[in-house]
Each structure stands twice: as C-alpha cells, then as structure tokens.
C-alpha cells in the first residue's frame, strides 16, 4: 500500500467514525472531521479533483464553526438531545441560488485547472458546502443534501479511480438515510430565535 492509499483508508475509517458522531449529533464529531477533512484533502489534491480538496479545507473550517454551533445549542436543550433549527424559506432559496450560479462558475474554472471531472466535482463541492453549512446550523433537510452528494461523490471517486474514498462515500450515502430518519425521529427543535 503506498502512501496515498494509506492516506484513503486513514479518510475511510475516520470518515466512518465522523458520520457514526453525526448521527448521534456528538460534539466529537468536530474533532474527527478536522482528521478527515485533512486526509480527504490531501488525497483529491494528489489525484488533481482541485475542488474536492478544497473542500475539505472548508470542512475543517466548519469543523470549528460548527463545533461552537452546537455547544450553544446544546446548552439550550441538553447535550443528550438532537436538538433542530427550522430552515427559514429565504436560506433554502438563498442556497439554490448559491448552488446554481456556484456550479456554473466552478465547471468553467475547474475547465481551465484542468480539474479531472469538472462537472462532478463543482456540483458535489457547491452541494456538499450548502450540506455542511445546513448542518452546522442544524437543518434536519441537511441529511436530503448529504443523499444526493454523496452519491455524486460516490460517482466522482469511481472515475478518478479513488476506490477507497468511493466506498466511504458510500458509506456516507447510506448513512445520510439513516440520519435523516434519526434526526426527524429524536429531534427536539429549539426556539424560533434558533440556535
């Protein structure tokens, strides 16, 4: 196994362990996915998915925006609870309008980078970076977001011939499922002045 390898399988098993956190909606989650965001990154930076790497830069970003999102929620309705924010209608507009115009612009750069799979890759980071902002402010709709990128993300590592990041993606996929269905189940939703 050489090195890039060794860095995917690094991303798959903390991957692995990051979406098991985000189902339970644990804090430690963060943490995990400063790890995985890194691995993540250096391994589409290697295989020139220019986008995708860049990505999981934002990822780690998030990682502590969202981990100071959710101690404020968490102090709001206990740290034991999935704890919700209803999506105002103008985010979910603002972010079809991101994703649309986001996409559209990310294709043609990605052109000129040389990008691998422009297309694909412009449209899992546009989705993937609405999906982790929904989630850092708790959308139960993020887990909608998750389903569908990560199933184009499945599709992009299979082209780019990244087995092991295809088969967490994957694993993300399915995860999203079952997340969607925990969060909407367990999920106790905070005051309208959210979180």
């Known amino acids: 196994m050489d090195f890039v390898q060794a860095v995917e399988v ?3 098993v903390s991957g692995v362990a990051y979406v098991v956190l985000e189902i339970l909606q644990k804090n430690a989650m963060w943490v ?3 790890l995985t965001g890194a691995a ?3 391994s589409f930076a290697v295989t020139h998915v220019w986008a995708s790497s860049g990505l999981n830069v934002y990822y780690v970003v998030m990682s502590v925006v969202g981990l100071v999102q959710w101690k404020k929620a968490g102090e709001k309705v206990g740290s034991e609870s999935i704890h919700l924010a209803v999506l105002p209608k103008s985010v979910a ?3 079809a309008a991101i994703m649309l115009i986001g996409s559209l612009v990310m294709i043609q750069l990605l052109r ?3 990008d691998a799979a422009p297309r694909l890759d412009a449209i899992t980071v546009m989705l993937s970076a609405i999906g982790t902002w929904w989630l850092a402010q708790s959308y139960l709709q993020q887990w909608l977001i998750w389903i569908v990128a990560d199933l184009l993300s499945t599709a992009l590592c299979i082209s780019t011939g990244q087995y092991w990041m295809a088969l967490l993606y994957a694993v993300y996929a399915g995860s999203a499922v079952y997340g969607y269905i925990h969060w909407k189940k367990e999920g106790v939703y905070l005051s309208s002045d959210g979180i």
């Open 112 to 114: 000129l980078s040389a």
């Open 40 to 42: 993540c990154a250096a």
């Open 93 to 95: 507009l603002w972010s």
């Open 10 to 12: 690094f991303a798959l």
């Open 32 to 34: 995990v996915g400063i």
